[in-house]
């Protein structure tokens, strides 16, 4: 079980790891000259090509040979390289010599970092445009500006970078690079002369985007001479190795051998080890001004290396700290229960181990009287939780139910008092003066045909229009105020199918408002099922009551007295419906000697009423919670037009 | 198709039992199967062979054979059962079934009034062969009748009429058999009410001393479970049978029977089976012919299903292909799972403290009747009956 939680296969070796002669000898980490790098990450929206586009560079500066290439290279994670997508950003250090132009021949080293795409994921994206001087804004040239691609320039423009806009995928017959080129321009207001165009695919263009780097994007300045003062922009748990710390170098210099300090704590570490990714680790003396390394330092815990925080040397402290990052809010929560109750410790462990490469990952104890013991657990959004789902089971072997996600709601009482409600069945009892939910800020990118149906599905969602603008004569942009609660239940996928999968969504929480909330409870055998309760907008509670109660009608087996199943606003009941008792569950057939074949029956239903969870008296097999609380929404879906 | 064999362990060169393995303590059966019938009904997964998928030659014999076998490993002291199976064993001649009886006898003694039984299908039997199999030592006959709907029938895939069965039940009578049963099943798709009604009503104008009636199981591979997955035909539905289960109990204790198994019933104490009461009491039997079941002291093994490799081995060796020793939880559970079911019950010490106490709520349900348990026993009540796989179950799983 140990390897389980080793999902970034980065391998470290040791001694035996020298500088590859690629990493050209005047450029060692530790003895670069500043104008000699650039520092840089790729940003798009889902699926534009980030990770293909990193692979040529990394072929390209010969970081990574022909041998060992593989595509999207750096989608490290099983998760990642099944889905095809990219979870966790990389950071790669490369040599690169200028082909073309005044500065032909010279050497430089480029730091890149490929990010992910994903909205749940911006988070890492802003980690990683911290490190940077400037960011390549990627853009699919068959598909045209989306809204992650304003939402990721935007946060790239709000960090001060420079932007290099490029079109990809031109290899396409349906590419429209000129097209794009002049919404592109357009969107961040240059010449559409400026776009460039590549191809990840075939490399096309890729050498020509990579001394533009150099030429466009500005190299990093900092204080050579000050103390030694670098960002933590990432911090991964390795079995191996322990924390490995990710860090770019501000002012001074960090080397081999020294003792390093956090400055949010004072914490001193003993420094173990030292380097750059290229795109494996490399070893190394020290990282100078303006350079993107790791360091490992033996802690065990990511939290005592926390990303955001600042490393100084111990010897000679900083003053001053850097700008840290904000931690990630969770945006969902969902309760997370051991099928089988003896794995609890086991479920535990593993969120403790996932906790340590995942500062967004949020858990608690709790107890649900349906489920039994497990955890309410805090996401950035679906594809997160259910990543995390995915990984506690299949990399710790946990068989989990996840309940369904819900978003965080105060309660203001009348008695005045306060309470916060991320688990339904915690909704306070007494008298409720008023109840408020997380509204975000949504961007709708769509082509002009769809426009009404998204507006149908917003208001649908209690959407309040807040602009709408024209990206170009046939693209738009929709930006909405939506309840958050409202997005997280099925809202994209119905966007894709009333889009023909076109439209694209991106959304960043602004805040709270005043709803009309209610919270319905489940009653089984006439007992709360809490596993089932859910805070809905008193307007679609009996829709929510009525679909619950059949779609359990419909799969908790009949026992052997009658069940009525309810839904109810406290003690007013909204939807009913009834499972019939149980009237013939024998075997009335002539087995003659056979006896074992029955008795292998027996076993085999002696198992299933173990997997069984009594509500009450009312035996309901863990199938139906599962396939109950599964909507129909499948996060797994967003990555849409795949 | 047939259905398939459990998965045991293997069984020795040396035989399923060593020799000298003490049996039938408790009383000792004989089982004999005839894997062969005319043709395959639609719902049947017996182990059992048309002509085109099986020879007949020299079966008789290879059983013969493997009696010897099983002759030099137990010594019973005597047979108190003996119960030829199918398939149809009457579609071998009553001379042949009769040469399996005798072998039986000098091998290992019928002991006096021994119960020896064969299964018959309708129309394969007439008064004479019915008075040879009679001559031969049969005391009991079984006959599948099914229903007394032509259009049930026909479902069914059974080549008989209804009249058929009646009438061999009686012929049966006059041959002189002590006993003889009607099998019935319910719950085949399309059968009304009043179809299952009038087939109550002849197996009861037949005469007979024993009935037993099945809910009809949709066995995985056969051609039934083929039309259902198509949607040629509805799957049975559990509230009829439960409806089909009272109308059977209705009739047939009106009729003066009673039940003394789930889905058996006898006219009195003497006219239950007990070859069967045999294997649900936990005794001990040796099971002759392919794919047959042997029990023997905790030991249970099954023989090579096709007729044709059974030939094969029991030319120098043992038919026996798997087995199993029995854990004491599993005779546990096998107690249980069998003795429930019966009208005498489940002695309540046979179970454990927390499966006393599940006994009592059960019997507070309904499904068990106070009464005996109060006087030490599990029975169940007639809705018990109906429900008796989930009393088993939770009599197991009770903590
Ligand atoms: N034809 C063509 N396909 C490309 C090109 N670049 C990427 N693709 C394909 O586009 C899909 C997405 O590529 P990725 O590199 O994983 O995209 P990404 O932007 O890293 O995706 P996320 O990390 O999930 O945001 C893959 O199927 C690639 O093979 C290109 O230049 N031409
Ligand atoms: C071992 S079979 C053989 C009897 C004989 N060959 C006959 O069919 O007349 C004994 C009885 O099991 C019952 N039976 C067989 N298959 C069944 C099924 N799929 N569902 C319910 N009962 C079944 C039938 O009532 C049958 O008469
Ligand atoms: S006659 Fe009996 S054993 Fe033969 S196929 Fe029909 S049901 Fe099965
Ligand atoms: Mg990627």
Redesign the pocket.
């Known amino acids: 079980m140990e390897t389980a939680c080793a999902p970034i296969r980065i391998l470290f070796p040791t001694e035996r790891n020298a500088v590859p002669p690629t990493l050209d000898p005047g450029s060692h980490p530790g003895a670069t000259a500043p104008e000699r790098i650039r520092n840089f990450c790729i940003i798009?929206h889902?699926?534009?090509?980030?990770?293909?586009?990193a692979d040529r560079m990394l072929q390209l500066t010969e970081v990574v040979d022909a041998r060992q290439m593989r595509?999207?290279y750096l989608d490290r994670m099983d998760i990642e390289r099944e889905r095809?997508?990219?979870i966790k950003s990389q950071a790669v250090r490369m040599p690169w010599q200028v082909r073309e132009g005044e500065r032909a021949g010279e050497p430089f080293v480029l730091n890149m970092i490929d990010t992910?795409?994903?909205v749940d994921f911006t988070y890492e994206v802003s980690r990683s445009l911290a490190a940077c001087e400037g960011a390549v804004l990627l853009v699919d040239a068959a598909q045209g500006i989306e809204a992650q691609t304003l939402a990721n320039l935007y946060l790239a423009l709000e960090n001060d970078l420079h932007i290099i806009p490029v079109l990809?995928?031109i290899?396409?017959p349906a590419a429209q690079p000129e097209k794009y080129a002049e919404e592109l321009a357009h969107l961040i207001g240059c010449e559409p002369e400026d776009c460039l165009k590549v191809?990840?695919?075939t490399g096309e263009g890729v050498p020509h985007l990579l001394d533009e780097i150099v030429r466009q994007f500005s190299p990093p300045v900092g204080d050579a001479g000050a103390p030694a003062r670098a960002m933590i922009f990432d911090s991964v748990y390795d079995v191996y190795r322990g924390v490995v710390t990710y860090i770019r170098v501000i002012d001074g210099k960090i080397e081999a051998r020294e003792r390093i300090k956090m400055m949010s704590t004072g914490a001193v570490h003993e420094l173990l080890e030292i380097g750059v990714i290229s795109p494996e680790p490399v070893k190394g003396t020290g990282l100078g001004v303006g350079e993107v390394g790791y360091l490992i330092t033996g802690v065990k815990d990511v939290r005592q290396s926390r990303v955001g925080d600042t490393v100084t040397i111990n010897s000679r402290p900083a003053a001053e700290s850097l700008g840290g990052y904000k931690d990630p809010k969770p945006m969902v929560y969902s309760g997370l229960y051991p099928i089988d109750g003896s794995e609890y410790p086991l479920l535990r462990d593993a969120l403790d181990k996932l906790k340590l490469n995942d500062a967004a990952l949020n858990y608690e104890p709790e107890t649900s009287a349906a489920l039994g013991f497990g955890f309410r657990c805090g996401f950035l959004g679906l594809l997160h939780l259910e990543i995390i789902r995915e990984r506690l089971e299949r990399e710790f072997n946990l068989d989990l139910i996840s309940t369904a996600p819900n978003v965080v709601y105060r309660v203001e009482l009348e008695d005045g008092s306060e309470a916060t409600v991320t688990n339904p069945s915690e909704y306070p009892t007494g008298k409720i003066a008023k109840v408020y939910e997380p509204v975000v800020r949504a961007t709708v990118l769509t082509p002009n045909d769809y426009v009404g149906a998204v507006m149908e599905l917003c208001q649908g969602r209690r959407g309040q229009l807040k602009g709408m603008d024209y990206l170009s004569s046939d693209r738009v942009e929709l930006r909405y105020t939506l309840p958050l609660a409202e997005i997280i239940y099925d809202f994209f996928d119905q966007l894709k199918s009333r889009t023909k999968g076109y439209a694209s969504l991106d959304y960043e929480p602004t805040g709270e408002q005043e709803s009309d909330l209610v919270k319905v409870d489940i009653l089984l055998h006439g007992e709360a099922v809490d596993a089932f309760s859910a805070i809905v907008h008193k307007e679609k509670a009996y829709n929510y009551g009525v679909t619950i109660a059949a779609k359990l009608r419909g799969l908790i087996p009949r026992q052997q007295f009658e069940v009525p199943i309810q839904a109810a606003i406290g003690s007013r009941i909204i939807a009913r419906e009834t499972i019939r008792a149980i009237r013939k569950d024998v075997l009335a057939k002539c087995y003659g000697g056979d006896i074992t074949r029955k008795r292998k029956l027996i076993e085999k239903q002696k198992e299933g009423k173990k997997r069984m969870k009594m509500v009450g008296r009312v035996e309901v097999p863990q199938e139906a919670f599962i396939a109950a609380l599964s909507t129909s929404d499948a996060p797994a879906d967003t990555k849409g037009k795949k | 198709m047939p259905g398939a064999l459990p998965s045991g362990e293997p069984v020795p060169a040396t035989g399923p039992v060593p020799p000298g393995t003490p049996a039938g303590e408790h009383g000792f059966g004989v089982y004999a199967h005839v894997p062969f019938c005319a043709s395959r009904c639609g719902y049947c997964d017996f182990n059992t062979y048309t002509p085109d998928e099986a020879g007949r030659d020299g079966y008789v014999d290879q059983v013969l054979a493997e009696l010897r076998r099983a002759a030099s490993v137990v010594t019973p002291r005597r047979v108190d059962t003996v119960f030829v199976g199918g398939g149809t064993p009457t579609l071998l001649a009553p001379s042949e079934l009769g040469r399996i009886l005798a072998e039986i006898d000098r091998t290992w003694g019928l002991a006096d009034g021994a119960e020896i039984t064969t299964e018959a299908n309708p129309e394969s039997v007439d008064p004479s062969s019915l008075r040879e199999l009679r001559a031969a030592g049969f005391t009991r006959i079984s006959l599948g009748m099914q229903s007394a709907a032509p259009h049930v029938l026909k479902v069914l895939e059974r080549r008989h009429t209804p009249g058929r069965a009646v009438s061999a039940a009686l012929e049966a009578r006059d041959a002189g058999f002590d006993h003889v049963n009607l099998d019935l099943i319910y719950g085949t798709p399309g059968e009304r009410p009043e179809d299952f009604a009038a087939s109550l009503d002849a197996v009861v104008a037949a005469g007979v001393d024993h009935v037993s009636a099945y809910a009809l199981i949709v066995e995985d591979g056969t051609r039934l479970a083929t039309a259902m997955r198509k949607g040629v035909l509805p799957y049975p539905d559990d509230d009829v049978a439960a409806d089909r289960y009272l109308a059977a109990e209705r009739a047939l204790t009106a009729a003066g029977f009673s039940w003394y198994e789930v889905s058996n019933w006898a006219r009195d104490d003497a006219a239950r089976c007990r070859h069967n009461l045999l294997y649900w009491a936990g005794g001990d039997w040796w099971g002759l012919g392919p794919g047959a079941h042997s029990h023997v002291g905790g030991v249970r093994w099954w023989n090579v299903r096709h007729p044709s490799a059974y030939a094969r081995a029991v030319a120098d060796g043992w038919p026996a292909v798997g087995r199993e020793t029995l854990t004491a939880d599993e005779r546990h559970t096998e107690d249980v799972m069998l003795r429930v079911r019966l009208r005498d019950g489940l002695p309540l010490e046979h179970l454990d403290e927390a499966g006393r106490k599940e006994a009592l709520r059960q019997a507070e349900a309904g499904l068990l009747d106070p009464a005996k348990l109060e006087a030490g026993r599990v029975v169940l009540t007639l809705r018990g009956r109906l429900l008796a796989d989930g009393v088993v179950r939770d009599l197991l799983t009770a903590t």
Do not use: E, R, V, Y
């Open positions: 798009a889902i699926d534009h090509g980030k990770s293909t586009l595509a999207q095809g997508i990219t992910p795409g994903h990809n995928k290899d396409l191809s990840g695919k």
